[in-house]
């Protein structure tokens, strides 16, 4: 498979993972009239993302590579995971303090981006790398409000929590492995 096929193919979680890049860089510049541009961003990047999405169509059979798999199942989720995302983007435009805007709606994308790639995941380890995307930028989320300190609090307990639930699917999924013999 060309590598134009496989970009052509991955074209929304490259475009959420672009965005989530430059989110996360327009939210720390200094000049404050730049960071009215982040939630923008935000919005336009799962926009585009969803329109990649929608352009590519739904897939006539079945495409594996680079441990993922895309067929029909990966088109609806992909849609219905961008529009959902699109609701909270909008939902949560000024939810954050200016400051924080940049992290808050990049580990949303981020986040987002694990959905996608958890739907189309083919391969364990890949799948095990997609539900760490999911929820390492959730324990981010929880701990970005800096003077809280009952969020500080939740946030190292919600860390520990996921920690543990990591370490028990990775030893569920070495039993697989082990008795398989594959990862895919």
């Given at each position: 498979?060309?590598?134009?096929?496989?970009?052509?193919?991955?074209?929304?979680?490259?475009i959420?993972?672009?965005g989530?890049c430059?989110?996360?860089?327009?939210?720390?510049?200094?000049?404050n009239?730049?960071?009215?541009?982040?939630?923008?961003?935000?919005?336009?990047?799962v926009?585009?993302?969803l329109?990649?999405?929608?352009?590519?169509g739904?897939?006539?059979?079945?495409?594996?590579f680079?441990?993922?798999?895309?067929?029909?199942?990966?088109?609806y989720?992909?849609?219905?995971?961008?529009?959902?995302?699109?609701?909270?983007?909008?939902?949560?435009?000024?939810?954050?303090?200016?400051?924080?805007?940049?992290?808050?709606?990049?580990?949303?994308?981020?986040?987002l981006?694990?959905?996608?790639?958890?739907?189309?995941?083919?391969?364990?380890?890949?799948?095990?790398?997609?539900?760490?995307?999911?929820?390492?930028?959730?324990?981010?989320?929880?701990?970005?409000?800096?003077v809280?300190?009952?969020?500080?609090?939740?946030?190292?307990?919600?860390?520990?929590?996921?920690?543990?639930?990591?370490?028990?699917?990775?030893?569920?999924?070495?039993?697989l492995?082990?008795?398989?013999?594959?990862t895919?």
């Open positions: 498979m060309s590598a134009g096929v496989i970009f052509s193919t991955l074209a929304p979680e490259l959420l993972l672009i989530a430059a989110v996360l860089l327009v939210g720390a510049l200094r000049p009239f730049l960071r009215t541009l982040v939630s923008p961003l935000a919005f336009v990047t926009l585009a993302a329109g990649a999405s929608v352009m590519q739904e897939p006539k059979g079945t495409e594996a680079l441990g993922l798999w895309f067929h029909s199942l990966t088109f989720a992909r849609i219905v995971g961008l529009s959902v995302g699109a609701l909270i983007v909008l939902v949560n435009w000024r939810q954050a303090k200016e400051q924080e805007r940049g992290e808050y709606l990049s580990m949303i994308l981020f986040s981006l694990g959905v996608l790639l958890t739907a189309s995941a083919n391969d364990l380890l890949v799948l095990f790398f997609a539900i760490e995307l999911v929820s390492i930028p959730t324990y981010v989320l929880i701990a970005l409000s800096r809280d300190v009952r969020a500080s609090e939740a946030a190292v307990k919600y860390f520990f929590l996921g920690a543990l639930s990591a370490a028990i699917l990775a030893y569920g999924l070495s039993f492995y082990g008795a398989m013999g594959t895919t």
